[in-house]
């Protein structure tokens, strides 16, 4: 009897651990609810090469321990999809990540977090098309600065698409952003993760991160005046273009989060949330994409370069033309000496 009473209460002790680790493990996810449904975690595969309700789309691939958008090569793109449509109005997504490569001064291109009407298009926006419905949150690891802009690398941005506006990642997306920050996640030995939170009660949206190994969250924006409907889909993309990384996806935990009674609107029972437009107060007044007169940074180094190229063969011939007037002449004064 007394055997069996230790074991039960060592059960017990060892449920209570498992829960705290789990608690610690997801501090922002206290006092809401796991949707499975909407989750992806270890393992990963289901019957064959099939993730349950995921879609993989380009390069993507599974191993035992992450699934990697692109691998650390030029030109790839990859997508992960979940095909189940969010109807819920208050959500959280714990995404766990790991962004590296061999490159040191210079890689990209990055990857973005996706809650979208569109599942599995490819375009320019990170692998994904750039004239989205809905919520992109961009993690953009490219280091040589694009547009009129002072921010520092990796970046994370958020923005409201309507199906017309288009990401512009030739500007960083600085165009059309709601908020933004700089986040160093790229190319860390220890664990990296972000929260996207979206609670549309308050019609707020929040980005937090933990990228610097203290297991503490900072707060990378918390922006207010953000509309998105419900119905759409969450996804992950990358992209390589000359430079690359290798962009994993470790988990992604969707949260039902508890909104206080009261905070919730009371128009809310009265409105279709399946029918609100993606908007933001905040954002910045979409720009068409305008080429910059001077060129971008690599442009303008391309044609310095040239020009130096084709200086230096000019010089040259210029050299050789008057080497072989030099050696004549000292031929012709010979030849009138004898």
Same mark, same amino acid.
């Given at each position: ?185 790229? =190319?860390? *030995?220890?664990?990296?993760?972000? $929260? #996207? ?5 308050? &019609? ?5 991160? +933990? ?10 924006f918390d922006v207010r005046g953000v ?9 992950v993309s990358a992209a390589t273009g ?25 128009? =809310?029972? *009265?409105?279709?949330?399946?029918? $609100? #437009? ?5 954002? &910045? ?5 305008? +080429? ?19 200086f230096a063969v000019i010089v040259c ?22």
């Amino acid at each position: 009897m007394a055997q069996c009473t230790l074991n039960q209460i060592y059960l017990i002790f060892t449920s209570f651990l498992l829960l705290c680790t789990e608690l610690l493990a997801d501090p922002e996810a206290q006092g809401s609810y796991l949707k499975r449904e909407h989750s992806l975690m270890k393992p990963y595969q289901g019957a064959g090469m099939t993730i349950p309700d995921w879609d993989l789309g380009g390069n993507t691939f599974v191993s035992n321990d992450y699934i990697r958008l692109t691998p650390d090569h030029q030109s790839k793109r990859g997508s992960l999809w979940n095909n189940i449509p969010c109807y819920l109005h208050n959500w959280e997504m714990l995404i766990h990540f790991s962004v590296h490569g061999q490159g040191t001064t210079m890689f990209g291109d990055g990857f973005a977090f996706w809650y979208a009407r569109d599942r599995l298009r490819e375009g320019p926006a990170f692998g994904s098309q750039s004239n989205f419905y809905g919520l992109g949150v961009f993690f953009d690891t490219y280091n040589n600065h694009n547009g009129e802009h002072s921010h520092e690398h990796p970046y994370i941005s958020a923005m409201i698409g309507n199906g017309s506006n288009a990401y512009d990642h030739d500007r960083d997306g600085t165009h059309n952003q709601v908020e933004g920050c700089s986040a160093q996640f790229r =190319g860390q *030995e220890h664990e990296t993760f972000a $929260i #996207v939170r979206y609670l549309g009660a308050k &019609e707020r949206l929040t980005v937090l991160t +933990d990228v610097d190994g203290r297991g503490e969250w900072r707060e990378c924006f918390d922006v207010r005046g953000v509309k998105l409907p419900t119905g759409l889909y969450f996804g992950v993309s990358a992209a390589t273009g000359e430079l690359a990384d290798n962009h994993d996806i470790k988990s992604m935990k969707l949260f039902e989060v508890e909104v206080p009674e009261g905070d919730e609107k009371k128009a =809310g029972d *009265e409105v279709d949330l399946t029918q $609100i #437009v993606p908007f933001a107060d905040g954002a &910045e007044k979409y720009r068409d994409h305008i +080429d910059d007169p001077k060129g971008s940074f690599s442009t303008r180094t391309s044609k310095i370069f040239t020009w130096l190229f084709w200086f230096a063969v000019i010089v040259c011939i210029l050299c050789g033309v008057g080497f072989y007037f030099y050696q004549k002449q000292q031929v012709d004064a010979r030849k009138r000496f004898y």
